[in-house]
């Protein structure tokens, strides 16, 4: 490309450059011409303007270029021809004009030669010059517009014309940031791929209006109804100035539309620096249809505790061990990480990605099982942790249900080896992240898991250590969870398979089960469970069709949703509290103290150590029935696992329904 194309294709800084360098040439041609117009004497105008067109030229210079930059003059849209541009250029050189007046006036009637001037005179000349001005400033930008959809054409003819179909775009927003957005879009990266043709915009003033020559053809009523009759494909959300509530409900009716949603970050200023802002589209996630703000709890008192220590996190390349190195590690506060995981990848990944964003921080990746014991005691003696977050675990429901004995030798064993180790070393805190299937359990995994929050607290009975244990639910995109499946089968065009049409769970985003797990270990005193509040339950079966919306798709023509029928081990509904439980309130509204429930911790060790005597030759049936005398609560819903009685009754009811 030769510089003249490159020059032409007005980048942004081009542009910028031309037009000053346009507006400044015109108030110095306009300045001498009105200057010769004006005086019938060249002689008397060259004694006058040795003087004194120096300075007025700078003052107007300086006036005009300072209200342009104050109006952003230079930051509009120049290659199109919209009104309200030129109606604020005006309104920004009639500012400047009128600062200019005061200099301009004094040096008119109070000249150095001692002769006045008459100030209709000066009226004459200020209005003729301001003309002029104008007028060169005007075609200087017309110009822009011009050669603009001249090179266009010119660059369409060259290259045979558009490729395929433009797809027609509607914007969701009116303000800075779609504004900012039409301009990258217009521009020629993505001119022969998106076609805007309609805004939408809540703010009733500006119905009816145009941006950039698109009409703004009302507010989120009109969404469904416009993009059936221009044939939107895509609608890009861009109302930056949107609640978390107004954006779930403007996403949901978009959702119904069929088009694909894409969605820009949070940005409510145009004057933000300048970065792409179509790089930065993304589809809409289901994240963006919680309806509510991310819970951001404050932090200040867990830093305090973590300041200078040495911070160990079990299963620290998982969803969530990996979510507590990331928050741990930004808060700068701690002496030294200790990654351990036995999946050395998830455990690279976290490493690497704290080493590229906190190069400061002490951190040591260390791979290992909780299931070996003298590992821990190693790494313990080693590195001496001062608090141990304790994430490491089986989760899969139906996986441990085919792998009963897998789930107590790691949920189980293992626990109770990190336990047991932090008492041995004198750890400050042990945290343990529990689960809500913990509650009333209907299958093994939740079932070790409440085993787990026994071992916690029966440790905290006779150690210096305080143990606690946090139950939660699912959270938003962990490894293994609903949403990548759906993801995932979307993709592939379905169809989507859900368990059951009312099987409902509690969900949480990542960062803030995580953020509130640590602010719960800062409460503790040793021998809690503490409980989140994960908001109201969704239906799966519902966040299934949101996906398939959101692909741009329409659930049950597009993609077929699969009743596949309830696994070994799940059921409709989690809790997250035992009935003899009840709960205690703590400072923050979204997290509870369960109260502890009585429990035989003698006979509980002494399970533990006769399953590890029998493990390697009993059934798994065996070593289920063990965890059912330990967990009263857990109720198989695994034909294998239940008792006869309880196959017959289930029997009975199948035949009664």
Same mark, same amino acid.
């Given at each position: 490309? $030769?510089?003249?194309?490159?020059?032409?294709?007005?980048?942004?800084?081009?542009?910028?450059?031309? @037009?000053?360098?346009?507006?400044?040439i015109?108030?110095?041609?306009?300045?001498?011409?009105?200057? #010769? #117009?004006k005086?019938?004497?060249?002689?008397?105008?060259?004694?006058?303007?040795?003087?004194?067109v120096?300075f007025?030229?700078?003052?107007d210079?300086? /006036?005009?270029?300072?209200m342009?930059?104050?109006?952003?003059?230079y930051?509009r849209?120049?290659?199109?021809v919209?009104v309200?541009?030129y109606?604020q250029?005006?309104?920004?050189?009639?500012?400047?004009?009128?600062?200019?007046?005061?200099?301009?006036?004094?040096?008119?009637?109070?000249?150095?030669?001692?002769?006045?001037?008459?100030?209709?005179?000066?009226?004459?000349?200020?209005?003729?010059?301001?003309?002029?001005?104008f007028?060169?400033?005007?075609?200087?930008? *017309?110009?822009?517009?011009f050669?603009?959809?001249q090179?266009?054409?010119?660059?369409?003819?060259?290259?045979?014309?558009f490729?395929g179909?433009?797809?027609?775009?509607?914007?969701?927003?009116?303000?800075?940031?779609a504004?900012? @957005?039409?301009?990258?879009?217009?521009?020629?990266?993505?001119e022969?791929k998106?076609?805007?043709v309609?805004?939408?915009?809540?703010?009733?003033?500006?119905?009816?209006?145009?941006?950039?020559?698109?009409?703004i053809?009302?507010?989120r009523?009109?969404?469904i109804?416009?993009?059936?009759?221009?044939?939107?494909?895509e609608?890009?959300?861009?109302?930056?100035?949107?609640?978390?509530?107004?954006?779930? =409900?403007?996403?949901?009716?978009?959702?119904?539309?069929?088009?694909?949603?894409?969605?820009?970050?949070?940005?409510?200023?145009s004057?933000?620096?300048?970065?792409?802002?179509?790089?930065?589209l993304r589809?809409?996630?289901?994240?963006?249809?919680l309806?509510?703000?991310?819970?951001?709890?404050?932090?200040?008192?867990?830093?305090? %505790? #973590?300041?200078? =220590?040495?911070?160990?996190?079990?299963?620290?390349?998982?969803?969530i061990?990996?979510? *507590?190195?990331?928050?741990?590690?930004?808060?700068?506060?701690a002496?030294?990480?200790?990654?351990?995981?036995?999946?050395?990848?998830?455990?690279?990944?976290?490493?690497?990605?704290?080493?590229?964003?906190h190069?400061e921080?002490?951190?040591?990746?260390?791979?290992?099982?909780?299931?070996d014991?003298?590992?821990?005691?190693?790494?313990? +003696?080693?590195?001496k942790?001062?608090?141990?977050?304790?994430?490491?675990?089986?989760?899969?429901?139906?996986?441990?249900?085919d792998?009963?004995?897998?789930?107590?030798?790691?949920?189980?064993?293992?626990?109770?080896?990190l336990?047991?180790?932090?008492?041995?070393?004198g750890?400050?805190?042990?945290?343990?992240?529990?689960?809500?299937?913990?509650?009333?359990?209907?299958?093994v995994?939740?079932? /070790?898991?409440?085993?787990?929050?026994?071992?916690?607290?029966?440790?905290?009975?006779?150690?210096?250590?305080?143990?606690?244990?946090?139950?939660?639910?699912?959270?938003?995109?962990?490894?293994?969870?609903v949403?990548?499946?759906?993801?995932? =089968?979307?993709?592939?065009?379905?169809p989507?398979?859900?368990?059951?049409?009312?099987i409902i769970?509690?969900f949480?985003?990542?960062?803030?089960?995580?953020s *509130?797990v640590?602010?719960?270990?800062?409460y503790?005193?040793?021998?809690?469970?503490?409980?989140?509040?994960?908001?109201s339950?969704?239906?799966?079966?519902e966040?299934?069709?949101?996906l398939?919306r959101?692909?741009?798709?329409?659930p049950?023509?597009?993609?077929?949703?699969?009743?596949t029928? *309830?696994?070994?081990?799940e059921? %409709?509904?989690?809790?997250?509290?035992? $009935?003899?439980?009840?709960?205690?309130?703590t400072?923050?509204? #979204?997290?509870?103290?369960?109260?502890?429930?009585?429990?035989?911790s003698?006979?509980?060790?002494?399970?533990?150590?006769?399953?590890r005597?029998?493990?390697?030759?009993?059934?798994?049936?065996?070593i289920?029935?063990?965890?059912?005398?330990?967990?009263p609560?857990?109720?198989?819903?695994?034909v294998?696992?239940?008792?006869?009685?309880?196959?017959?009754?289930?029997a009975? +009811?199948?035949v009664?329904?």
């Open positions: 490309m $030769s510089i003249f194309e490159k020059f032409i294709t007005f980048s942004k800084k081009n542009l910028k450059l031309y @037009l000053v360098a346009a507006d400044i015109a108030m110095i041609v306009a300045c001498f011409a009105v200057a #010769l #117009l005086f019938d004497a060249p002689s008397m105008f060259k004694d006058w303007f040795d003087k004194n120096l007025i030229m700078a003052v210079l300086v /006036t005009t270029l300072v342009f930059l104050i109006f952003k003059i930051s849209m120049w290659q199109y919209v309200n541009d109606v250029m005006a309104k920004a050189f009639t500012i400047s004009k009128i600062i200019t007046v005061i200099p301009f006036y004094y040096i008119w009637l109070f000249p150095a030669e001692g002769y006045n001037r008459n100030t209709r005179s000066f009226f004459t000349w200020i209005l003729l010059y301001a003309a002029v001005v007028l060169f400033m005007v075609c200087s930008r *017309l110009a822009v517009w050669v603009y959809n090179w266009r054409k010119y660059l369409i003819a060259k290259n045979g014309g490729d179909h433009k797809k027609k775009i509607m914007i969701i927003g009116a303000g800075g940031a504004r900012r @957005l039409i301009e990258e879009l217009r521009g020629f990266k993505y022969r998106y076609n805007i309609a805004l939408i915009d809540d703010n009733e003033i500006k119905h009816g209006d145009y941006l950039y020559g698109i009409k053809v009302g507010g009523d009109k969404i109804e416009t993009a059936r009759n221009l044939d939107v494909d609608i890009f959300f861009a109302a930056g100035t949107a609640d978390k509530e107004n954006k779930k =409900q403007i996403l949901e009716i978009c959702s119904q539309s069929g088009c694909v949603l894409k969605t820009l970050p949070e940005i409510t200023d004057s933000v620096p300048n970065e792409s802002l179509s790089a930065k589809k809409v996630d289901y994240t963006d249809l309806g509510r703000e991310q819970i951001k709890p404050d932090l200040t008192k867990v830093f305090e %505790l #973590l300041k200078d =220590q040495t911070v160990f996190v079990s299963g620290g390349g998982g969803s061990g990996s979510e *507590l190195v990331r928050q741990v590690a930004a808060s700068g506060v002496k030294r990480i200790i990654i351990f995981d036995i999946a050395e990848n998830g455990a690279y990944e976290i490493q690497q990605e704290i080493r590229r964003n190069p921080v002490d951190l040591k990746v260390l791979i290992g099982s909780i299931r014991e003298k590992r821990l005691c190693e790494i313990f +003696e080693e590195y942790p001062d608090f141990v977050y304790h994430a490491a675990a089986h989760k899969h429901v139906p996986l441990m249900e792998s009963p004995k897998e789930a107590v030798k790691n949920n189980v064993f293992g626990t109770f080896n336990a047991k180790t932090a008492d041995r070393f750890v400050k805190r042990f945290v343990m992240i529990s689960t809500d299937k913990a509650v009333n359990p209907t299958n995994m939740g079932a /070790t898991k409440r085993i787990c929050e026994m071992i916690v607290q029966s440790f905290n009975k006779n150690s210096k250590t305080e143990y606690v244990a946090v139950r939660f639910g699912n959270v938003l995109g962990s490894n293994g969870s949403i990548p499946l759906f993801k995932e =089968q979307i993709e592939k065009g379905g989507v398979t859900v368990t059951h049409p009312d769970r509690y949480m985003l990542i960062p803030e089960a995580v *509130l640590l602010q719960a270990g800062a503790a005193n040793g021998g809690e469970i503490f409980i989140l509040d994960m908001g339950p969704v239906k799966i079966r966040l299934a069709e949101n398939i959101l692909s741009g798709h329409t049950g023509e597009d993609i077929e949703i699969k009743y029928g *309830l696994r070994d081990g059921k %409709l509904y989690e809790e997250l509290l035992i $009935s003899e439980e009840g709960i205690q309130k400072q923050n509204n #979204l997290i509870y103290i369960a109260r502890p429930m009585e429990f035989d003698e006979n509980l060790f002494n399970k533990i150590d006769y399953m005597d029998i493990m390697e030759g009993a059934s798994g049936r065996q289920v029935d063990i965890v059912k005398e330990l967990v609560t857990f109720k198989p819903q695994n294998a696992f239940k008792d006869a009685e309880d196959v017959t009754e289930d009975k +009811e199948e009664h329904a």
